[in-house]
Nanobody, 115 residues
Framework: QVQLVESGGGLVQPGGSLRLSCAAS????????MGWHRQAPGKQRELVAT???????TYVDSVKGRFTISKDNAKNTVYLQMNGLKPEDTAIYYC?????????WGQGTQVTVSS
């Protein structure tokens, strides 16, 4: 079993920055993928960024150049640095860890971009 605890969401003005954190604990395989997804009101959940246990990253086109995903392997923690935030980035952000045939999700953290 794996537990994921997110933190770092909040209210920020357009153009501002936030850093989300997701701490993983439990039985974590050597090979796994962690990532951030988000869900805006009335929309489907979408993938934002992923990072493998080897450090390879992917991003959805809408956040490339603005968001950076990183990982502290010693702490089993993944981060999402979000710069240049836009109102359309407003959503609940969820951390996900995938290993083997299982996916684990965090409880979500609200990010609101508004003036």
């Amino acid at each position: 079993q794996v537990q994921l605890v997110e933190s770092g969401g909040g209210l920020v003005q357009p153009g501002g920055s936030l850093r989300l954190s997701c701490a993983a604990s439990g039985s974590i395989f050597r090979f796994h993928v962690m990532g951030w997804h988000r869900q805006a009101p009335g929309k489907q959940r979408e993938l934002v960024a992923t990072i493998t246990s080897g450090g390879s990253t992917t991003y959805v086109d809408s956040v490339k150049g603005r968001f950076t995903i990183s990982k502290d392997n010693a702490k089993n923690t993944v981060y999402l640095q979000m710069n240049g935030l836009k109102p359309e980035d407003t959503a609940i952000y969820y951390c996900k860890l995938g290993q083997g045939t299982m996916d684990y999700w965090g409880q979500g953290t609200q990010v609101t971009v508004s003036s």
